[in-house]
């Protein structure tokens, strides 16, 4: 197992675009989270799943984004009409359910709208 | 999940112990403090977390003081390849982390 495989690694969209992001987490981990730099910030929350189902959604995933983990293996998330402020990069990270083990995180996929 | 504080930014000379501090005042009964780092370029990383105890593993060592209220990441000796932003998060569920914008370390040879 290779980790957390996000692709594409970077991608540069037209204002007004549909974008879409890709996210294989560890096959054993049932739960999958994605969330959103922006530089010289940390990481900010946008939703996780477990298994398939999504159980949170930040309320800065507005009604332009969209995530998905059909049976519960990889996830995507698609950012419909890109803004320049959706510039930033998406990071995707799994584990287990519960606290004891942290999450891995993927290397992330570097958006920028011109 | 409680808010924490850390210094903005803190240097360390190679082969040192790297000290970093996290204040969590408002930290509740059941919040476990975690510790993530991030490289330039890569995802954060997991380092360590703990809920009362103190933890160690073969990364780093949490101190946590008896009133839960602040801890510390031990880095015992510091390689340049520590140099990394190090966040602190208490969370009580592990769902959702509050990342704020951590400590930039930075390990001078």
């Known amino acids: 197992d290779t980790g957390v495989s996000q692709d594409p690694r970077h991608k540069i969209t037209k204002r007004g675009q549909n974008v879409t992001f890709r996210c294989d987490p560890i096959s054993e981990h049932n739960r999958l989270y994605w969330y959103r730099q922006t530089l010289g910030q940390g990481p900010e929350f946008l939703t996780y799943f477990q298994n398939e189902a999504q159980l949170e959604k930040s309320r800065l995933l507005s009604d332009r984004f969209s995530a998905e983990r059909p049976k519960g293996s990889f996830s995507t998330l698609e950012i419909q009409r890109t803004e320049q402020g959706d510039s930033a990069m998406y990071l995707c990270?799994?584990?287990?359910?519960?606290?004891?083990?942290?999450?891995?995180f993927g290397s992330g996929t570097r958006l920028t709208v011109v | 999940d409680a808010k924490t504080t850390q210094p903005p930014s803190m240097d360390c000379a190679e082969g040192r112990a790297a000290n970093l501090p996290c204040n969590h005042s408002t930290i509740s009964g059941n919040e476990y403090v975690y510790w993530y780092r991030q490289i330039h370029s890569q995802g954060p990383q997991y380092i360590i977390h703990?809920?009362?105890n103190n933890e160690t593993n073969e990364m780093a060592s949490l101190i946590i003081t008896e009133d839960r209220k602040s801890s510390t990441l031990i880095l015992p000796h510091a390689t340049l390849r520590d140099t990394a932003v190090y966040y602190c998060i208490a969370s009580s569920t592990g769902n959702q982390f509050y990342f704020g914008t951590g400590t930039s370390l930075t390990v001078i040879p």
């Open positions: 990270a799994s584990s287990f359910e519960g606290h004891f083990y942290g999450y891995t």
């Open positions: 703990g809920l009362k």
